[in-house]
C-alpha cells in the first residue's frame, strides 16, 4: 500500500484528494452514500456574512464535457454555519476547510474572525465575487486587489489558521495573481475557480440560465486548469491546491506532476457521487503498480 498523506501548512491530509467548495455542500448527502471519513479534506459550500437565497432558476445547465452553475452562493450565513454545520464535520475524520465569499472586504474580515474559532482547520478565500465597492469588480481580477484582500483578512485571522486563497481564472497573469496572493500572507493556493460562460436557448432566444452568466466547470476545462496550475507552482514557494475537471484518479496524478500538493474534486461529484471514493481507490492502485512509495513524490515531477 502507498503512503497517500500529505502535509500541508502543517496540517496532514490522509490523501491528496478534497472535496471542493459548491459541489459537495456540507457532506451531509454523500455521507449517506459512503464514509466521507476517507476524504482528505473538504472545503465547505461558500458562506456569506448573512443568508442567501440564491440566483432565481434554471441555475444549471448542462454543456458539452462541462457544466454552467449560477447558484448565487445560496448558504444559511456564517453564524447558522458555525452552529451547525461545522460541529456536524467535526464528527467525521477529515480536514475541515471552510470557504468565505464576500461583497466587501469588512464582509471577509468578519467572517474570517468568526470561523477563527469554530474548530475548522483551513480557511478558503473565495475571491470571485464582486467587490460592490469598486463598482462590482471581482476581487480576483487584479494582483494588487488579491494582495491587498489576502493581506487584510490575514491578519484578522485568530490563532495559527492556514489561508487558502482560491483563484479564478478569469485573469491576464495567473502567474502575476498566485505571486500577488503570496505576498499578500496567503500559506496556499487553490486554483482553478470557474470559467465565465453562457448557453442560450435557440428556440426560446433567451439564456439557458436564470442569471444569464454562470461558472463553467468539468472535463472541458481541465486543460486550462494545467496551465494555470503549472504557471503558478513556478512562481510561488507555498503550497498550490489544483482543480478543474478532475474525473479519475489519472487526472489527480497530471494535476500532482504539474505542481500540486493536492487536488479538489467538485463537478465530478454531481455525475458520480461516489466519485471520490473511486478515485482515492485508483489513486492509491497507481501508486502501487508504478512502484511510487509516497504520492508526495509525484509532486512537480513532470518531466521537461
Not at 475541515?96 to 478558503?124: H, P, Q, W
Not at 494535476?255 to 482515492?280: H, Q, R, Y
Not at 503498480?289 to 504520492?295: A, S
Request: hydrophobic share 40%.
Amino acid at each position: 500500500m502507498a503512503d497517500l498523506k500529505v502535509k500541508i501548512c502543517n496540517k496532514i491530509f490522509k490523501n491528496p484528494v478534497i472535496a471542493a467548495s459548491g459541489t459537495f455542500g456540507f457532506g451531509r448527502e454523500y455521507a449517506e452514500i459512503y464514509n466521507i471519513s476517507i476524504l482528505g479534506g473538504i472545503s465547505t459550500k461558500g458562506i456569506t456574512l448573512k443568508r442567501r437565497e440564491g440566483n432565481s432558476s434554471p441555475r444549471i445547465a448542462e454543456t458539452a464535457s462541462g457544466i454552467l452553475n449560477s447558484v448565487g452562493l445560496q448558504n444559511p450565513g456564517i453564524d447558522t454555519f458555525i452552529d451547525t454545520e461545522i460541529k456536524y464535520l467535526k464528527q467525521h475524520n477529515t480536514i475541515i476547510i471552510a470557504n468565505i465569499a464576500g461583497s466587501t472586504i469588512s464582509d471577509y474580515i468578519k467572517m474570517a474572525e468568526k470561523v477563527s474559532l469554530s474548530g475548522t482547520d483551513m480557511i478558503e478565500l473565495n475571491i470571485s465575487c464582486p467587490n460592490v465597492k469598486e463598482g462590482g469588480l471581482a476581487f480576483g481580477a487584479k494582483p494588487e486587489s488579491i494582495q491587498n484582500i489576502t493581506n487584510q483578512v490575514k491578519n484578522h485571522i485568530i490563532g495559527d489558521i492556514p489561508l487558502i486563497v482560491k483563484l479564478s481564472p478569469n485573469v491576464t497573469s495567473i502567474a502575476d495573481c498566485a505571486k500577488a496572493a503570496e505576498n499578500g500572507g496567503a500559506d496556499c493556493i487553490s486554483l482553478i475557480n470557474t470559467i465565465g460562460g453562457m448557453a442560450v436557448d435557440i428556440k426560446s432566444r433567451r439564456p439557458v440560465l436564470g442569471n444569464i452568466i454562470g461558472g463553467l466547470s468539468g472535463p472541458c476545462v481541465k486543460p486550462v486548469a494545467l496551465k494555470m496550475v503549472y504557471e503558478s507552482s513556478k512562481v510561488v514557494t507555498i503550497p498550490v491546491i489544483g482543480m478543474g475537471g478532475i474525473m479519475t484518479a489519472e487526472d489527480v496524478v497530471e494535476f500532482l506532476l504539474c505542481g500540486a500538493s493536492a487536488v479538489m474534486v467538485g463537478t465530478a461529484n454531481l455525475s458520480n457521487p461516489k466519485a471520490c471514493e473511486e478515485i482515492i481507490q485508483n489513486l492509491d492502485k497507481y501508486c502501487d503498480d508504478n512502484n511510487i512509495n509516497n504520492v508526495y513524490e509525484l509532486t512537480g515531477g513532470l518531466v521537461l
